[in-house]
């Protein structure tokens, strides 16, 4: 019943309402809030989020004709297969919990699918799934910005600071951070969002964190300026402004903590490991911090590739 309302929403959506056009003074996510749930209160951003987080993660209903394959599933991007379910069901050893290399930790104890499904984070709330997915939530909030965040319906993110640090010891490529963005960018299409607006979400969304040695970037203002580059191996393109001095912390290929579920039963269990400040001579770093202010509407082009 909810879905199938949803669902009608985002198909009269996707046949025309949106293409009036998003007001500049209006936010992405106070926007579709508003065309999808009516009343843009804290409750319902945060409902909104939830339905494109839990359908970006794993394809959660029959939408308006796009189907989403979902972060959890094996996919390509760009001629390259992916697969990022090792990194959340303990199959690698690539959770940062605070030490020299990445732990197992299984991030879909908190039900797994069931309760994504009934747009929920978790069937309970001290699981690491709820954590997870609940700062998802609070995260994404932010970068579409929700301006009714904040108060107990929608807390503001208080997860980690740096985007970099969480996800080191996964030691991400272009490949497998492109297909996380892609499968963010087919959830909001799924929802009616406009192609304009999912240019600039894909942008902005690449150009912070799908870039190595990006200069310390504001995204949780209230956090100030923090290293913010998720993709960080060989195959990642220098930010604009790259700062790779400060990128000095030690990056480990996580290694396989159980074959059965990193779904290959002969992978080695060995990791290897180098400390990397990359690309010395093509950075321009600096010593300071440099803020960045998230600008969704300065940038373009890159969707239609994401979006192929
Ligand atoms: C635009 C790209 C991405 C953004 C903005 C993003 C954002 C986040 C945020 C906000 C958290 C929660 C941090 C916390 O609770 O303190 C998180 C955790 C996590 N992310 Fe990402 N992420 C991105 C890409 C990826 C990719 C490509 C993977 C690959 C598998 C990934 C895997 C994870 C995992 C496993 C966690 C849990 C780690 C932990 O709690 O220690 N993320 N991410
Ligand atoms: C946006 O601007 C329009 C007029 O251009 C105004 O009517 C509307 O109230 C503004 N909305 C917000 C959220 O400021
Ligand atoms: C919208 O929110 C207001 C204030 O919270 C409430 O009085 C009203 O009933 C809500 N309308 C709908 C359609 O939910
Ligand atoms: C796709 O991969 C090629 C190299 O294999 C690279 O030059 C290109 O930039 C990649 N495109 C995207 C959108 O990642
Ligand atoms: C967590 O769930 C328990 C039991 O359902 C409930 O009593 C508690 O208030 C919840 N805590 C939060 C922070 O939601
Ligand atoms: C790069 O640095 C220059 C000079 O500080 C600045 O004008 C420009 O906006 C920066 N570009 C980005 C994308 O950060
Ligand atoms: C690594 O960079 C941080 C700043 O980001 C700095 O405080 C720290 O001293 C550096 N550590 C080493 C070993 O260079
Ligand atoms: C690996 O994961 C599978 C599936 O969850 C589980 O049955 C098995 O016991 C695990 N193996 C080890 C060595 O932990
Ligand atoms: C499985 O692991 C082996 C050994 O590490 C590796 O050569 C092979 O490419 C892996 N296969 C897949 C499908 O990941």
Request: glycine letters at 10%; hydrophobic letters at 40%.
């Amino acid at each position: 019943m909810f879905f199938k309302t949803i669902t009608a929403a985002a198909a009269v959506l996707a046949a025309g309402v949106a293409a009036d056009g998003r007001p500049s003074n209006t936010s992405i996510c106070d926007y579709y809030t508003t065309a999808l749930l009516k009343n843009n209160t804290a409750a319902n951003q945060l409902t909104l989020l939830t339905l494109v987080v839990n359908t970006a993660v794993i394809d959660t209903k029959p939408n308006v004709g796009i189907a989403v394959p979902g972060i959890l599933a094996k996919g390509t991007y760009n001629g390259t297969a992916v697969n990022l379910a090792p990194y959340f069901n303990g199959g690698l050893s690539s959770t940062n919990t605070g030490g020299s290399v990445g732990r197992s930790v299984n991030f879909l104890d908190g039900g797994g699918a069931a309760p994504l499904m009934k747009n929920m984070a978790a069937t309970d709330n001290t699981s690491n799934q709820y954590t997870l997915l609940t700062h998802l939530y609070e995260y994404f909030g932010v970068l579409l910005g929700c301006s009714m965040q904040g108060g107990g319906d929608y807390p503001a993110y208080t997860g980690d600071e740096s985007m970099y640090t969480v996800h080191q010891f996964m030691d991400l490529s272009a490949a497998e951070v492109g297909y996380f963005i892609q499968q963010v960018a087919m959830s909001a299409a799924s929802f009616g969002v406009a192609q304009d607006d999912l240019m600039v979400v894909g942008t902005a969304l690449t150009s912070t964190f799908d870039v190595k040695c990006a200069p310390p970037t504001a995204v949780i203002k209230a956090q100030g300026p923090q290293l913010q580059s998720i993709c960080i191996d060989s195959t990642c393109a220098l930010a604009v402004n790259s700062t790779c001095d400060v990128y000095n912390g030690t990056i480990v290929k996580p290694a396989v903590a159980n074959a059965t579920l990193d779904g290959n039963t002969t992978a080695s269990s060995t990791a290897s490991s180098t400390t990397k400040p990359s690309s010395s001579s093509t950075s321009t770093s600096k010593s300071g911090a440099v803020v960045v202010s998230m600008s969704f509407a300065a940038v373009f082009g890159g969707l239609a590739a994401l979006l192929l």
